[in-house]
């Protein structure tokens, strides 16, 4: 069963079905790291630069998936599964952030402390996207997020 942030709504899934005109934009397979998270965040850049998403959802997204792959490296790398791959979608109007580990530690969104130099992740990301959420999958979990990316066309219009 999927679990989602505070601004989720509706039904939820790890993978978009294929009959909603999901489109894949890239994959990235990494080993998390801080070189790996400066690669994803240009993987990011690059793939979406090269379509026609605004300048501000390439930095949201940027940050997002900066976010996921540090919440991996901080949390997953305890557990032994560093690895992860970043998954960039296009779902009829939206851009859908997957990013999937081997790790299934369970995602805890938290109020950290005013002091605290951390524990802010999953509140950006639930301030920035439309919606998140996670699930287990047979390897790990998905942590996902979905961004309004072109609010004027339709999948014909994007190819």
């Known amino acids: ?19 909603v005109g999901a489109v894949l934009l890239g994959e990235l397979a990494l ?36 976010e996921l ?5 901080l949390h997953c790398a305890q557990d032994g599964a560093p690895d992860a791959t970043v998954k960039l979608i296009a ?7 997957e990013v999937h580990d081997g790790s299934p530690l369970v995602l805890a969104r938290r109020e950290p402390r005013e002091d605290a130099e ?10 920035l996207s439309d919606r998140w959420g996670y699930e287990a999958t047979a390897y790990g979990k998905c942590v ?13 219009q994007r190819a």
Do not use: K
Request: with cysteine; glycine share 8%; aromatic share 4%.
């Open 31 to 66: 080993s998390v790291g801080a070189s790996s998270i400066q690669r994803a965040r240009e993987f990011v850049r690059r793939t979406l630069g090269a379509s026609d998403v605004g300048p501000s959802v390439v930095d949201d997204a940027t940050l997002i998936v900066s």
């Open 1 to 19: 069963m999927p679990i989602t942030g505070a601004s989720c709504a509706g039904p939820l899934f790890a993978a978009p079905p294929d009959d």
């Open 118 to 127: 951390s524990g802010r992740g999953l509140l950006v990301v639930d301030a």
């Open 69 to 73: 792959l540090t919440n991996v490296a």
């Open 144 to 156: 996902w997020c979905e961004l309004t990316a072109w609010p004027e066309q339709t999948p014909s």
């Open 91 to 97: 779902v009829l109007t939206l851009l859908r952030i």
